[in-house]
């Protein structure tokens, strides 16, 4: 746990810029505002779902599981349309107060695997700037980046939702490896 010791401040900064860089990229500058849409038939959508109101979780519509597919049914609704996965939350406000630190957590958490891979891949006190730009920005920009992969892969997220989410991570990985750069212990 030596790596903690020595690079605490590099993850606590690096996690404050990558949390401000997601603020200006989601709420001042446009990028992230075409991802979403309203659904042309919202309110009966909904209407519909309060008369059975499911608990948070995930869910897929038609749902079919393995073999179900193959199910006349299912074929018929699988072709017919839509197809689409949906997460329900709790209903209510939202607490963004609680996603904040959230993101900020998930942020820190990054960073903290990030420096634990820097430090013992042999970046020790003193490394130069270079060296630990290079581990730093690279790992830091697999964990921000790829990780949603599968979800474009998967759940149909549009690839063009994911291209935007690569240029936040990779503002992530950027910050978080001139961070740990210019904050390198000596």
């Given at each position: 746990?030596?790596?903690?010791?020595?690079?605490?401040?590099?993850?606590?900064?690096?996690?404050?810029?990558?949390?401000?860089?997601?603020?200006?990229?989601?709420?001042?500058?446009?990028?992230?505002?075409?991802?979403?849409?309203?659904?042309?038939?919202?309110?009966?959508?909904?209407?519909?779902?309060?008369?059975?109101?499911?608990?948070?979780?995930?869910?897929?519509?038609?749902?079919?599981?393995?073999?179900?597919?193959?199910?006349?049914?299912?074929?018929?609704?699988?072709?017919?349309?839509?197809?689409?996965?949906?997460?329900?939350?709790?209903?209510?406000?939202?607490?963004?107060?609680?996603?904040?630190?959230?993101?900020?957590?998930?942020?820190?958490?990054?960073?903290?695997?990030?420096?634990?891979?820097?430090?013992?891949?042999?970046?020790?006190?003193?490394?130069?700037?270079?060296?630990?730009?290079?581990?730093?920005?690279?790992?830091?920009?697999?964990?921000?980046?790829?990780?949603?992969?599968?979800?474009?892969?998967?759940?149909?997220?549009?690839?063009?939702?994911?291209?935007?989410?690569?240029?936040?991570?990779?503002?992530?990985?950027?910050?978080?490896?001139g961070t740990f750069g210019w904050l390198w212990p000596q």
């Amino acid at each position: 746990m030596q790596f903690l010791a020595e690079l605490w401040i590099p993850i606590l900064v690096s996690s404050g810029l990558c949390f401000l860089w997601a603020s200006l990229m989601w709420v001042l500058l446009p990028f992230h505002r075409s991802e979403w849409k309203r659904l042309p038939t919202e309110s009966d959508v909904l209407e519909a779902m309060r008369k059975s109101l499911p608990p948070p979780g995930l869910y897929s519509f038609p749902y079919a599981r393995g073999g179900e597919r193959d199910r006349a049914d299912v074929r018929v609704a699988l072709e017919k349309g839509p197809i689409g996965f949906v997460a329900i939350t709790r209903p209510g406000r939202v607490n963004m107060a609680r996603m904040m630190a959230q993101s900020v957590t998930y942020y820190a958490v990054v960073s903290t695997i990030t420096a634990y891979l820097a430090w013992h891949a042999g970046l020790k006190l003193g490394a130069p700037y270079l060296a630990v730009f290079r581990i730093v920005g690279t790992a830091s920009t697999m964990g921000y980046v790829l990780g949603s992969v599968p979800e474009s892969i998967w759940f149909g997220r549009p690839w063009r939702s994911w291209a935007l989410q690569f240029w936040d991570g990779l503002g992530f990985g950027l910050l978080t490896a001139g961070t740990f750069g210019w904050l390198w212990p000596q």
